[in-house]
C-alpha cells in the first residue's frame, strides 16, 4: 500500500498570497496518477487536479499541480477567500487507491 | 453530466450490516469508468472503500476486504456497498463516486451512517 504524507498540516495565509502544499508518497506513483481534491465543510471532495499536473474541467488556473515519482506540489496562487479549504492528494495508480490525510488552508 | 446519490439506512446497530446504494443518472453505469465508495469519519480524512466496474469486477481495499461487498445493478444504472459486522469505527460520511481516467471526478453529496444501538 502507498502512503501519502502531505504536509503541512495547516497552513495559515492571507488571500493574495501564494499556498504550496506537498504530498510525498512511500513508493513511486504509477504513471504519475496523482489527484488533488478540495473539501469545504459539509460537501464532497471536487476534483481540482489530475495526473499530477492536468487542471480538471472548470478549475481556475490560479491551481496548478506539479511533481512526478514521490514527491507532488499543489500551488494556488493569489488566494481567493473561497480557496480556504481542506486538500487531499490521492493515488490511483496502484489499489488500494490511498489518500493523503490533508492540508487545511486557513485564513491568517 | 453524470449525477450520484446515494441512499440507505442512516442508522445501524453494531455488529449488523451496512447497506447503501448509488443511483447514477445522467450516465450508464456501463460505461468505461469505475464506481467507487469511499468513507470519511466525522471530522477526520477520507478513506476509499473500493471500486465496481460494469463486468463485476472488483478492488477493495485490504483493511475492510473480509467485510465488504460491492456490487452492480445494470438493469437500475447502480451499485451498492455492504459492510458487515460494523462497529462504531464504521460511523462515516459515505460517499459513492465514479473514477474515470482522469481520478474520481464526479461525487455524490454523501450520506451519514451512525453505527450505535
Known amino acids: 500500500e502507498i502512503v501519502l504524507t502531505q504536509s503541512p498540516g495547516t497552513l495559515s495565509l492571507s488571500p493574495g498570497e501564494r499556498a504550496t502544499l506537498s504530498c510525498r508518497a512511500s513508493q513511486s506513483v504509477s504513471s504519475s496518477y496523482l489527484a488533488w481534491y478540495q473539501q469545504k465543510p459539509g460537501q464532497a471532495p471536487r476534483l481540482l487536479i489530475y495526473g499530477a499536473s492536468s487542471r480538471a474541467t472548470g478549475i481556475p488556473d490560479r491551481f496548478s499541480g506539479s511533481g512526478s515519482g514521490t514527491d507532488f506540489t499543489l500551488t494556488i496562487t493569489r488566494l481567493e477567500p473561497e480557496d480556504f479549504a481542506v486538500y487531499y492528494c490521492?493515488?490511483?495508480?496502484?489499489?488500494?487507491?490511498?489518500f493523503g490525510q490533508g492540508t487545511k488552508l486557513e485564513i491568517k | 453530466q453524470v449525477q450520484l446519490q446515494e441512499s440507505g439506512p442512516g442508522l445501524v446497530k453494531p455488529s449488523g450490516t451496512l447497506s447503501l446504494t448509488c443511483a447514477v443518472s445522467?450516465?450508464?453505469?456501463?460505461?468505461?469508468?469505475?464506481w467507487s465508495w469511499v468513507r470519511q469519519p466525522p471530522g477526520k480524512g477520507l478513506e476509499w472503500i473500493g471500486e465496481?466496474?460494469?463486468?463485476?469486477?472488483?478492488n477493495y481495499n485490504p483493511s475492510l476486504k473480509s467485510r465488504v461487498t460491492i456490487s452492480v445493478d445494470k438493469s437500475k444504472n447502480q451499485f451498492s456497498l455492504k459492510l458487515s459486522s460494523v462497529t462504531a469505527a464504521d460511523t462515516a460520511v459515505y460517499y459513492c463516486a465514479r473514477r474515470g481516467w482522469s481520478a474520481v471526478d464526479s461525487w455524490g453529496q454523501g450520506t451519514l451512517v451512525t453505527v450505535s444501538s
Open positions: 490521492q493515488q490511483y495508480g496502484s489499489s488500494p487507491y490511498t
Open positions: 465496481i466496474f460494469h463486468s463485476g469486477s472488483t
Open positions: 445522467g450516465g450508464s453505469i456501463s460505461s468505461s469508468d469505475w
